[in-house]
């Protein structure tokens, strides 16, 4: 099977995979990205039939649709922030984590089955490689789930060419244009989130604070 329909695995058997499956029912599953762009990334994937090919411009016209998935959408937050909560914290005491959470789904999607990102927006991560990465989530390439559906007037919602070109666009980080210095970047990213949260003490991680395997 091509690896664009990886997810299928997980939706036959999910079971079988107890490191990567975090729920499951009828309706959906909630996985943990094996390439996660963040120190939490979590995907939902729909069951349904009728959706699960479709491009989520597509899929989330359907407004009950949509309202069945903001259930999963919101669980899945609400697993994420228990994971952070348990691992890390927000160095602002009048900040919580709940405000550092993105929910997207790409505007042209690598992977076949319908799938919804639920992240903490650092991208503090090994796995964020190269531009592509980055603009995939710190560009309108990925459209947020509060714009879903997507106005048909939006060039994102058709247009897959326009699509592809935000891929190519500088990096635009925190407001400063780092151009295609994907190291420089990286630094930023580093920085702001060594300031942004901390490793709370005693806690048992599975990664370092570089987002490294241990």
């Not at 990886?6 to 094996?34: C, G, H, M, T, W």
């Not at 407004?63 to 890390?88: I, P, Q, S, T, W």
């Not at 990102?117 to 592509?132: A, E, I, N, P």
């Amino acid at each position: 099977m091509s690896f664009r329909y990886v997810f299928e695995k997980y939706l036959k058997d999910p079971d079988k995979y107890p490191d990567v499956v975090l729920f499951s029912d009828r309706n959906a599953i909630i996985i943990r990205d094996q390439y996660p762009k963040s120190i939490f990334h979590f995907l939902v994937i729909p069951r349904s039939k009728k959706h699960t090919l479709l491009k989520p411009q597509m899929a989330f016209q359907d407004a009950d649709f949509r309202h069945l998935m903001e259930g999963y959408v919101e669980k899945a937050k609400d697993m994420l922030v228990e994971e952070f909560n348990e691992r890390y914290e927000v160095r602002d005491s009048t900040d919580s984590i709940e405000n550092h959470i993105k929910v997207c789904c790409h505007s042209v999607p690598s992977l076949r089955n319908l799938h919804i990102h639920v992240m903490t927006t650092d991208l503090y991560s090994t796995c964020l490689k190269h531009k592509k990465h980055y603009n995939s989530f710190g560009s309108s390439f990925a459209i947020n789930w509060d714009e879903m559906p997507l106005s048909k007037s939006d060039p994102r919602y058709d247009d897959e060419g326009y699509c592809k070109g935000l891929l190519k666009q500088d990096m635009v980080f925190e407001g400063v244009n780092y151009g295609g210095h994907f190291v420089e970047l990286k630094k930023a990213i580093g920085r702001r989130f060594q300031r942004t949260y901390r490793e709370r003490v005693g806690s048992v991680t599975g990664k370092d604070v570089k987002g490294k395997e241990v």
